[in-house]
């Protein structure tokens, strides 16, 4: 399901919610889109054509060995669209996984879903987690996010 994104509208906010081989999950999806938009913005970014795509543990293994040459499980995998100062990308979510590590870190799975939304997001806007400091940059800026998410409910 890999989407290539020829013709952009930028003048409209396109944050969109899939789901690929499981049930539909409940998402305040107004709230989300209106909290995405705002990390987006905070950074002085614009929002392209988003897709958060909530697959299976097979699904989204599958697409890792497919066009990553990983054969591994990972809770989200991010196909970074954007050009210049729009962001747009698609971001794979296993709920699966999700959910596995709402369980071993002692996390609501709600919190846990927006901290792997957002971290698709922050790849989109440039950070980084291959490095110790990259990856406490990023749950910097995780949390940042979160606690503005925190704010909308």
Do not use: P
Request: aromatic residues 12%; proline residues 0%; glycine residues 4%.
């Amino acid at each position: 399901m890999l989407k290539t994104h020829a013709n952009y509208n930028y003048f409209t906010m396109d944050i969109n919610f899939f789901f690929e081989d499981i049930d539909e999950i409940d998402l305040a999806t107004d709230v989300n889109r209106h909290w995405i938009a705002d990390c987006i913005k905070a950074k002085n970014k614009e929002i392209g054509d988003l897709n958060f795509i909530f697959c299976s543990d097979s699904y989204l293994l599958e697409l890792n060995k497919t066009h990553l040459n990983h054969d591994y499980y990972t809770d989200i995998i991010t196909f970074d669209y954007c050009e210049s100062n729009i962001i747009s990308g698609d971001i794979y979510i296993s709920i699966d996984r999700v959910g596995e590590n709402a369980k071993e870190f002692k996390q609501e799975f709600d919190i846990e879903l927006h901290r792997v939304m957002i971290h698709g997001v922050l790849h989109l806007l440039g950070l980084d987690d291959h490095s110790e400091e990259e990856k406490k940059q990023m749950r910097r800026a995780e949390d940042a996010c979160l606690a503005t998410y925190a704010g909308l409910n």
